[in-house]
């Protein structure tokens, strides 16, 4: 594996990763009604 | 009257999980990898991502907005809703599409579904004892995928048609088992049933994954040929090509993927949104439902399929297995894979209850428009609803599962509904969103109840960017792939009736339409969008004051 793909996994991983935790993090600490 | 206006959403995580339930299916982690690695690895990320924030998830959103306005106006389906959104009949019968296409795609999805369930039972007696797939591991490796492929093809009735039934052996049981377990789930109702199951069906998922993840990411070297090691088999899915790039194809290639990942276009989002209430957002509730896709998709099917691959089969076995498509990588090399990782039976018990959970997650999301658009159009209660959804489930999944010779009725319904059809959907949805709901009152609608602000370029993406995108692709489809699909069915009997029974299919529909249309006006709804839903204060003047509450009557 080159560093560009180890790049490139962990860019990629990281921000789906990233934006999944973010949305349910405020999906679960949104207010409720 | 229906009970449809007592059908909503238990909980906001619940309609996130059915939605991303509905989108993560077998193309995330069989398809995905293999599009990536075919089309420039790592760098294929680049189009892929640009993709998801300008194509997917803008549309998403656009469908989200839709659904939850047509269920305001007292409508659930996708005929009723388009009619709302694009005010009139034209679109109403186009929002047919709506329909046809997850009641279609049903028709075969159940079939994969019972494959899915089929395999993951042979692992398990594996376990305790069984022959399992019979796969010699003692062989060559040309030797152990034949008989792969020799179990795949038995399974599944490659063989000739009408095999499935006359022999009446375990894939016609798991075929039954399936079909069931859908009908149950959704008779039970939206929040009993497919919430229900989708809020524990996603997390199981995950966990299956994660384990298969880790076990592939921990496999020792292959002893016979050093170079075939873990970090090796994710470089060939994620070393980039940067000259693929600069191939139009490639950019297509990762739109295509994004589109077909997140379900749009598919007639399921702006059913569930239907039962969203007014405040219940839907910026923050689309973006989070394609993050899970996201997650399953790049986060696990990028990890998982062609690492373990490699790491058995070496380079060019894994490039022979991107070639064999979805079902050659998933039925007939991954079987391959497990007979000689350690825990394999265990781990292809795993993989196959994953495939199993993702699958059935999105039948039951195929099945619930259909009902919602015979019980509003019938005004039937939901068991004589689900009888008659069951029935046309049952009459189409027969064709396929009678015809499974070649996987010819089952190529031909995917082709033509679950490929050519999304495209035509999405464009029409996108349109008429953009063009005549208009964009300043999508906007406003989208942002009522929003927990986020939707960036202004977004809109401008709707209105000019994604609607030129995909009457681009509709255009080069019906100049490059139409002509050799039409050839393709004056060759071969079985494809040209499955899509004559494609037409049978879309004429109930069309009558379906046309009593359900007459059905609404009787009851005093706002067939055509002309006024505001009713927990909105409408305008003053008596000319454009709806009858009291009609919208409340479905």
Not at chain 2, 214 to 226: E, G, K, S, W
Request: hydrophobic letters at 50%.
């Amino acid at each position: 594996m080159t560093t560009s793909g180890i790049v490139f996994m962990i860019l990629s991983l990281t921000f789906v990763w990233g934006l999944a935790f973010w949305c349910f993090r405020k999906v679960l600490t949104a207010p409720k009604d | 009257m229906t009970e449809q206006a007592k059908e909503e959403w238990g909980t906001r995580l619940g309609v996130i999980l059915a939605v991303a339930g509905s989108a993560v299916g077998l193309g995330n982690f069989l398809r995905f990898p293999g599009q990536a690695a075919a089309n420039g690895g790592g760098a294929f990320m680049i189009p892929y991502f640009c993709a998801l924030l300008v194509l997917g998830i803008p549309i998403g959103w656009a469908e989200w907005t839709m659904g939850r306005y047509g269920g305001r106006k007292g409508f659930h389906s996708a005929p009723a809703i388009m009619g709302v959104i694009g005010k009139g009949r034209v679109a109403r019968y186009l929002g047919i599409i709506g329909v046809l296409i997850p009641l279609g795609v049903s028709f075969y999805y159940v079939f994969i579904e019972a494959w899915c369930l089929g395999y993951c039972w042979q692992y398990v007696e594996a376990m305790f004892g069984g022959t399992g797939l019979g796969i010699d591991t003692s062989a060559s490796v040309d030797e152990q995928t034949k008989a792969s492929s020799a179990f795949f093809g038995e399974f599944t009735g490659q063989s000739a048609n009408g095999v499935i039934f006359e022999q009446f052996g375990e894939t016609a049981l798991f075929w039954l088992a399936v079909i069931s377990v859908n009908v149950f789930f959704v008779f039970r109702g939206l929040s009993k049933g497919i919430e229900k199951f989708c809020s524990l069906a996603m997390p199981a998922m995950a966990i299956c994954a994660a384990i298969v993840l880790i076990r592939v990411l921990t496999l020792p070297a292959n002893p016979d040929a050093p170079d075939q090691t873990v970090a090796n088999g994710l470089g060939f899915m994620w070393n980039p090509d940067f000259t693929a790039l600069a191939k139009p194809q490639t950019w297509m290639a990762a739109a295509g993927q994004i589109f077909f990942s997140l379900s749009v276009g598919f007639g399921v989002i702006i059913n569930y949104a239907s039962y969203l209430k007014k405040k219940d957002d839907v910026v923050l509730s689309g973006l989070t439902a394609s993050a899970t896709n996201e997650v399953f998709e790049v986060g696990f099917g990028g990890m998982i399929t062609l690492t373990a691959s490699f790491v058995f089969l070496g380079l060019s076995g894994t490039i022979g297995a991107v070639a064999g498509g979805s079902f050659g990588l998933g039925f007939t090399t991954l079987p391959v894979v497990f007979a000689h990782m350690p825990l394999g039976n265990l781990i292809g018990a795993l993989w196959f209850f994953m495939l199993f959970l993702a699958a059935i997650t999105s039948s039951l999301s195929m099945y619930q428009p259909t009902l919602a658009f015979v019980q509003e159009a019938l005004g039937t209660n939901r068991v004589k609803s689900t009888m008659l959804v069951t029935l046309l489930g049952v009459v189409g999944s027969s064709w396929v599962v009678w015809f499974s010779a070649g996987s010819v009725a089952l190529g031909t319904i995917d082709d033509w509904v679950g490929t050519f059809l999304i495209v035509v959907l999405a464009a029409i949805q996108v349109i008429l969103f953009g063009w005549v709901f208009g964009i300043e009152h999508g906007r406003k609608e989208a942002h009522t109840g929003a927990q986020l602000h939707i960036p202004p370029v977004v809109w401008f993406i709707i209105k000019y960017v994604a609607p030129l995108y995909l009457l681009i692709t509709i255009g080069r489809f019906v100049w490059e792939t139409l002509p050799t699909w039409i050839d393709g069915l004056a060759a071969n009997p079985v494809a040209r009736n499955t899509v004559i029974l494609i037409g049978v299919v879309i004429a109930i529909l069309c009558a379906l339409v046309f009593l359900g249309e007459k059905r609404w006006r009787a009851l005093g709804m706002d067939v055509d969008g002309d006024y505001p839903p009713y927990d909105e204060a409408p305008p003053v003047t008596p000319a454009s004051t709806p009858p009291a509450d009609a919208s409340k009557r479905a």
